[in-house]
């Protein structure tokens, strides 16, 4: 309360001394007036709170204009910034396999391939709400309300607080809107004829008085891609390997008798006659399970946004903006895989080696079996509020100049998430359990008199269509998560002229910081008992808050000198106070030099750093079915290498001598393989901040001699230590048998007879660091012709580092240009307009990427780079594939009506970026990048303006 009363005070204190300063001014003669003149003219440039008519900046920021971004055949804002070249792959944006959690269906953003909840997404230099993991949602604004975005690709912590790590995202929506547009979008991929996409907008703003506003309506729709409608996709391992990755788990019952041998039921068979299963044959038996699968998730949209303002004074304004956003997402995989840690009852009237039907001696059987009448099918309603409000302006002091604003805002996410597929385990184990034909015909539970009422016995070997609607009621459970987040926060700002200096005029920001972050998770009663075959989540909730103070302050040096034309500095410090571990101050230092005018030199260096998130801190435990790879697998584990501590760690453990490990099935796998048992993952509560240092240094050249050709070329290099890692499976047992740490050791245990790891657990910790360095090149030149005006652009960006060192003896790993690390990207457009008519051709470039071979390249062949030396770890396989490019191309004209048609193709020559093997999870959603275009898109936008 004390911290909430300080920073209420302050914004009072504030908001008065504001108002009082802009009513002296009035009284004043001429003085409002150049106040008001100057600053209307200046602006908050993204990087910095300092306001000013100068849009050069020691921070290297990349924009995207409202024009530009109708150029593009996006329409959401994930899209859009996920071809920007210093963007890391989008991962869960597009992904199907991440199905039970509270992202499925968004879109997300990570700077650097740094992280989703290392990039700061702001709206109007505002904080935009995230999930209970960090991330920021970008589907949850409208496109069509966007002036421009600033890309800061830069640390700014000093300037806006906690995740600036990686860089900044600003949204900039529109302002002084006049009159009223219309837009229409519709498209899809040519060939497949899928993912239909429609958006409609309109916007409507005017200014009455003193009095002005900007409102928007959007509704889109975006339908799923299906993985069997994709080569790449139809199979688990792509096109090249269709029996491979495939499931034993499919229709039809698969069993296991008591002497270790597997049968499987012939098509059409009858499941009660084992006369009608014929021996497991894995070349012909293993099942697809990706048909079921969505490749890419569907989605619908519907926004209203608002904003005002309302000048009640010359000098004094007051500004609203609220945002109602609904994004519904499905997403679907295969039906589930029933068989682990359950029997089909020796006494059961579907149990062909049963009591009932003939065997002296009958058994119980082990069965593995894909129950694909009820696909698990999730559908994640996300609801998204945003009102924020305040008051803003300006006043004199003599000669100096100073703006104020006072401001708070409310950020709420809630969601539902719907899911069906999923089965009750005590309603199972009485449906597997024993059974019998009663007098009526009927198949009942339990026993002849003591019929179980209620149950109703699954017929769990039968074949697609045996499974009757009674069946699956009574065992089958439909699941429902809620879930939200809300983020509350308050500022007060205070800017403006320090003193004149012989080379300009100082200034100086500074400001107060409010927010309170708070977030849950619930998921329905009957999940939460760990009943349900649904991945057991805990509930959780959480919150914090913060308190912070900045200060920033800009110092021109030397102005119109020889060999310095411009030279000034910008320091700025940050201090911010969190409930859950204290304090952190971090601190950048700018400087911009212009020997001559066509040449700016800029560089900065700031200490950045991420808070944990309330799932990070709160968000319990839940249950995971990991791949991992065994260290003591005498074939594929680190004992095959011959590792002397492996060998030695494996054999105190009392782990055999021939072991190898199992896939659920029991047979010997080779290589990385699922959990045959739930592994846990989990929160945890004692977490530190990540710190980072960003620097970097770079040129803008504007010759003059070349009118329109604008080049910049950055470094930059980023250190994050004390990193927030969700340490894998395989950490946890090659941190005990190949470092010897004994705590890793208590993290799991084995199973007593089959020797296979289970009960294995692993937290969150802070624990390593992160490095990368690189180089942007931006450069833009437009020049005219008799034929029309041209506009050519490119923005690369090239890794030179990408480094993660987990600690605690783990060799660093070398990542960059490694699946899914790009070495470069690139986009370079070349834009047309003459009269009426205008064009666009647009090339997006992605660069060759390695993977590694073992365990998943199944022709020896495709491991090109057999001899590959990797720094500290020695010769380890890889596969190397190619570069890929994208071209786009979009022709518009604009009618006299004030109408503009575009018609336009993204990816005109249907190119596939190329498969990948060594993937997490190693299943079809991961296979193909995300990244990568889906196919040649065909759409059409209309525009129509209209006057009021």
């Known amino acids: 309360m004390k911290h909430k009363t300080r920073v209420a005070s302050a914004i009072a204190v504030a908001l008065m001394a504001g108002m009082l300063q802009a009513q002296a001014q009035d009284a004043s003669q001429g003085q409002g007036s150049a106040a008001t003149t100057k600053q209307l003219q200046a602006i908050t440039v993204t990087g910095s709170r300092i306001r000013s008519v100068d849009l050069e900046t020691a921070q290297p920021v990349f924009s995207i204009n409202h024009d530009e971004i109708q150029k593009q055949g996006f329409t959401n804002v994930g899209d859009i910034l996920s071809h920007i070249s ?119 703003g005017n200014r009455v008085g003193k009095f002005s506003y900007i409102a928007n309506a959007t509704y889109s729709k975006e339908d799923p891609i299906w993985a069997k409608d994709r080569d790449y996709s139809r199979y688990p391992r792509g096109p090249y390997y269709p029996n491979s990755g495939l499931s034993p788990f499919g ?6 008798d008591s002497k270790g041998d597997m049968y499987k039921l012939n098509a059409g068979g009858n499941p009660l006659n084992f006369a009608d299963y014929h021996a497991y044959d894995l070349a012909k038996d293993n099942y697809n399970a990706d048909q079921q699968m969505t490749l890419m998730p569907g989605s619908e949209r519907k926004s209203l946004f608002g904003k005002a303002r309302y000048e009640i004074t010359d000098n004094v304004s007051g500004f609203m903006d609220v945002n109602l956003m609904q994004r519904i997402s499905t997403v679907q995989i295969s039906g589930y895989p029933l068989g682990n840690g359950l029997s089909l009852d020796k006494d059961s009237y579907y149990n062909p080696l049963g009591s009932q039907h003939g065997y002296a001696d009958p058994q ?224 950048k230092f700018g400087l911009e030099w212009k020997p001559v005018d066509d040449l700016l030199v800029r560089g900065s260096i700031g200490q950045g750093f991420r808070s944990p998130t309330i799932s990070d801190l709160y968000g319990g435990q839940s249950a995971t079915f990991d791949y991992y790879s065994d260290p003591c697998d005498v074939k594929t584990g680190a004992v095959a290498t011959g590792n002397p501590t492996a060998i030695a760690n494996c054999k105190a453990a009392g782990v055999g001598p021939n072991f190898r490990q199992t896939d659920a099935s029991g047979k010997p796998v080779g290589g990385p393989n699922q ?30 001699y070349v009118r329109g050709l604008n080049i910049s070329l950055d470094w930059y290099s980023v250190r994050i230590n004390n990193l927030i890692s969700a340490i894998s499976s395989d950490d946890v047992l090659d941190d005990c048998y190949l470092r010897g740490i004994q705590s890793a050791c208590g993290q ?129 396989p890889m596969r190397r594939v190619g570069a890929v490019a994208f071209n786009d191309l979009q022709v518009r004209w604009t009618a006299p009506w004030k109408g503009t048609i575009a018609l336009g193709v993204n990816n005109v020559f249907d190119r596939m970026g190329p498969l990948f093997y060594d993937a997490p999870n190693n299943n079809s959603a991961y296979v193909y990048n995300p990244s990568y275009d889906y196919g040649r898109f065909v759409y059409l936008r209309y525009n129509q303006k209209f006057d009021l």
Request: with cysteine; aromatic share 10%.
């Open 86 to 204: 210093a963007v890391g792959a989008p991962g869960y944006s597009k992904s199907a396999a991440l199905v039970s959690n509270t992202y499925a269906g968004g879109s997300y953003i990570e700077l650097r391939g740094l992280g989703f909840a290392r990039t700061l997404v702001l709206v109007d230099g505002r904080r935009w709400g995230t999930n209970a993991d960090g991330f920021t949602d970008l589907d949850t604004i409208p496109s069509s309300i966007i002036e421009r975005i600033d890309v800061l690709k830069d640390g700014a912590s000093a300037i806006y607080g906690s995740d600036a790590i990686a860089g900044v995202v600003n949204i900039i929506t529109r302002s002084n809107f006049h009159g009223v547009e219309v837009n229409a979008y519709a498209g899809q991929f040519a060939g497949h004829n899928d993912n239909t996409t429609q958006q409609y907008d309109i916007t409507v």
């Open 251 to 256: 229709p039809g019952g698969l069993i296991t």
């Open 364 to 587: 119980d059987i082990h069965f593995m079996r894909r129950m694909g009448e009820i696909p698990r099918l999730t559908k994640n309603t996300n609801n998204t509020y945003r009102i924020g409000t305040g008051l803003e302006g300006v006043f004199d002091v003599g000669s100096r100049h100073f703006n104020w604003d006072v401001s708070a805002y409310m950020n709420k996410n809630q969601g539902e998430i719907y899911g069906t597929g999923n089965y009750s385990i005590p309603n199972l184990k009485n449906a597997l359990g024993p059974s019998f034909l009663d007098q009526d015909g009927k198949v009942k539970c339990g026993t002849p008199g003591h019929a179980m009422a209620g149950c109703v016995p699954m017929n769990i070997l039968g074949n697609p269509g045996d499974i009757t609607p009674d069946m699956l009621d009574y065992a089958s459970v439909l699941t429902n998560a809620r879930y939200g987040t809300q983020t509350t926060g308050f500022a007060a700002n205070l800017g403006g002229d320090v003193v004149e200096l012989p080379a300009g005029t100082m200034q100086f920001a500074t400001g107060l910081e409010h927010r309170r972050e708070s977030g849950y998770y619930r998921p329905d009663s009957f999940s939460a008992t760990g009943n349900s075959t649904d991945l057991s989540n805990e509930p959780f909730s959480g919150s914090y808050q913060v308190d912070e103070a900045y200060a920033e302050l800009n110092v021109p040096v030397l102005a119109n000198l020889p060999g310095a034309q411009r030279l000034s500095v910008d320091l700025a410090t940050r201090f911010s106070h969190y409930s859950t571990f204290g304090n952190t101050t971090n601190s």
């Open 675 to 704: 959990s045959a048992t739930e592994f846990t993952a989990g929160s945890n509560p004692n977490l530190q901040p990540e710190t980072s240092l960003s620097k970097t240094l770079g040129l803008v050249y504007s010759p003059s």
């Open 748 to 876: 799991f245990s084995r199973d007593p007879k089959t020797q296979q790891v289970i009960g294995l657990v692993h937290t969150l910790t802070n624990r390593g660091k992160l490095e990368t360095e690189g180089y942007d090149l931006g450069v833009s030149y437009g020049f005219g012709t008799p034929i029309g005006n041209f506009v050519f652009r490119t923005d690369a960006n090239y890794v030179s580092k990408f480094n993660l060192d987990q600690g605690d003896g783990h060799p660093i790993q070398y990542q960059n240009g490694m699946y899914p690390n790009w070495r470069m990207r690139n986009n370079s457009s070349l834009d047309w307009s003459h009269g009426d008519f205008a064009a666009t051709w647009t090339i997006r470039y992605y660069s060759g990427l390695k993977e590694s071979c073992v365990g998943y390249i199944l022709d020896t062949q495709a491991c090109n780079l057999p001899d590959y030396q990797s720094p500290g770890v020695g010769i380890t």
